[in-house]
């Protein structure tokens, strides 16, 4: 509940990570009674301060899925998770499809640094859109991606489940829907089909709610 953890994580949190034996300094409230009588030597819980999650916001640049409003709207919405994840303390990692990235940060001028990113970017035909998802990998264990596609076609999407295993959790965000059709099922993945940014805000908060 409190995100991966290590031997390596600093240890005096609060996150159970294992059962080890017990050392000279070590606080008796952290013994496991239970174990410690089960295998005859004093057994204490090793708690540490868990990994960061890192959020990993992937913007879909390529020019197939979109119109020029609805790519406007996934850049809002690619701008909105953002700035929550950093709001909320976390890092955050930018990405768009077409090979630009900002590192995760923290506080005022990283998120500056991300909105300057987005302010700029266009879609183009060049762009791999999606697939380039595969050749991409996460910083580091527990990462949640968070992907904002327009109408992207079914192959470019399968792209999202090839590489589900790699990430904490996923969520799909397309914008640009038209006929009010419900989002298209990804394996391990959240979907999220909105016309445009405010229906994702209302949409968003929503599901934040439950």
């Not at 005859?40 to 959020?55: A, D, F, I, Q």
């Amino acid at each position: 509940l409190d995100g991966p953890t290590s031997n390596e994580a600093p240890q005096g949190g609060v996150a159970f990570h294992s059962l080890r034996d017990y050392v000279r300094g070590d606080d008796l409230r952290l013994v496991h009674w239970k174990s410690t009588a089960r295998v005859g030597t004093l057994k204490v819980r090793h708690n540490v301060v868990p990994n960061e999650p890192t959020m990993m916001v992937l913007l879909d640049t390529s020019a197939a899925p979109y119109t020029d409003d609805s790519f406007e709207d996934a850049v809002r919405v690619a701008a909105s998770l953002t700035v929550a994840g950093r709001t909320h303390g976390f890092p955050v990692e930018l990405w768009t499809t077409g090979g630009e990235r900002v590192a995760a940060g923290r506080g005022t001028d990283s998120a500056d640094v991300a909105l300057d990113l987005l302010a700029a970017v266009r879609p183009r035909a060049d762009d791999p859109g999606l697939a380039a998802l595969v050749g991409m990998s996460p910083s580091s264990a527990g990462v949640a991606l968070g992907v904002v596609t327009g109408q992207a076609p079914a192959d470019q999407l399968a792209a999202v489940t090839a590489v589900r295993s790699r990430y904490q959790m996923v969520s799909v965000v397309q914008v640009g829907e038209r006929f009010g059709r419900p989002a298209s099922p990804l394996s391990g993945a959240m979907v999220i089909n909105v016309r445009n940014s405010d229906e994702f805000a209302a949409v968003w908060t929503s599901k934040a709610r439950r």
